[in-house]
């Protein structure tokens, strides 16, 4: 069975300090990737994805970049925080082709101070 | 572009009562639709999922969606409300591409 797995579960960071989020995927080969973001109280903002190691795509301009050095890892830095990227992060993997549903990791709750 | 709407941020029902809770969606090709559930600082769990097999689909923990595309709907339903389906649902559109537009969400609260 395939698992997915976020780390830290919980970041408390200050304004300006740097961020790595790590998500790594388990069952499975070549999945693709999703970074959510998911503001207090609002749904999910998809923020990146990647269909292979290296390719990146960003769907939100902003203060984060992603990288996936490996097939089943996913990255989400930050090299100066703002206050408004406070949130809660979703890793989600999906097979290629399929039937297109997503499958989401436990999040990361990130406080910037 | 695809997209959803979720009628109701807040349902609130007794234990025991049915739930319903209201998806309409937007999408320029056949879409693939999704009900997650969210409990509280957790990731989102896949309740069920419609993919044109069927239009009647049923999930997990007694949930079920009906696809009708004449009302561009797919509502999510339960027969019989219990405490622990205290939480957040989304619904989901996909258009088979790297793009799940999801909705705001509703909180659905079981009274004892």
């Known amino acids: 069975s395939q698992t997915i797995h976020q780390w830290p579960a919980t970041l408390v960071q200050p304004v300006g300090s740097p961020l790595s989020l790590e998500c790594t995927v388990e069952?499975?080969?070549?999945?693709?990737l999703y970074w959510y973001r998911q503001a207090a109280g609002r749904g999910l903002q998809l923020l990146f994805y990647?269909?292979?190691?290296?390719?990146i795509s960003s769907e939100v301009p902003q203060n984060l970049s992603a990288s996936r050095p490996q097939d089943r890892q996913f990255i989400l830095s930050s090299k100066k925080l703002l206050l408004s990227d406070s949130g809660f992060y979703l890793c989600?993997?999906?097979?290629?082709?399929?039937?297109?549903?997503?499958?989401f990791g436990p999040g990361t709750r990130l406080t910037v101070t | 572009a695809q997209s959803v709407t979720q009628l109701g941020s807040h349902v609130s029902v007794s234990e025991g009562a049915l739930v319903l809770l209201r998806c309409n969606y937007s999408?320029?090709?056949?879409?693939?639709l999704f009900w997650y559930v969210q409990y509280p600082n957790q990731g989102l769990q896949l309740l069920l999922k419609?993919?044109?097999?069927?239009?009647l689909v049923k999930g997990i923990n007694g949930f079920e969606a009906e696809f009708k595309k004449s009302e561009t709907s797919f509502h999510l339903t339960k027969p019989s409300a219990h405490m622990s389906d205290a939480a957040e649902y989304f619904c989901a559109v996909s258009d088979g591409n790297n793009d799940m537009r999801f909705g705001a969400g509703t909180r659905l609260t079981v009274k004892p």
């Open positions: 419609y993919t044109s097999a069927a239009t």
């Open positions: 990647s269909v292979g190691i290296g390719q």
């Open positions: 069952g499975t080969s070549n999945p693709n």
């Open positions: 989600a993997w999906r097979r290629t082709g399929g039937t297109y549903e997503q499958y």
């Open positions: 999408s320029s090709v056949p879409p693939y």
